[in-house]
């Protein structure tokens, strides 16, 4: 009797690389801006962390806008 579970596809493991890989992009990215900011805020003297907020925030506005793009590319081929 044969299984009835069948092998993934290429192409799904393919997309599983891809998505592993944006995490591993997104954790490494948001973990140094907040080291650089912990940093920035160190140096500057500033009273509120001004700088650990707002440069995560724009690793995540860059990423997000990066993934957009990927994600919505249309093929060449049409």
Known sequence: MK???????????KLLRQYAGLAAQIIVFLGLAVFVGLKLDQKFHFTFPVLVWVLPLLVLIGLMTKMIRDTS????NN
Not at 3 to 13: G, I, L, R, V, Y
Not at 73 to 76: F, G, M
Request: glycine content about 0%; charged content about 35%; aromatic content about 0%.
């Open 3 to 13: 299984s009835t579970m069948a092998k993934p596809p290429q192409d799904s493991n």
């Open 73 to 76: 590319r249309k093929n060449d």
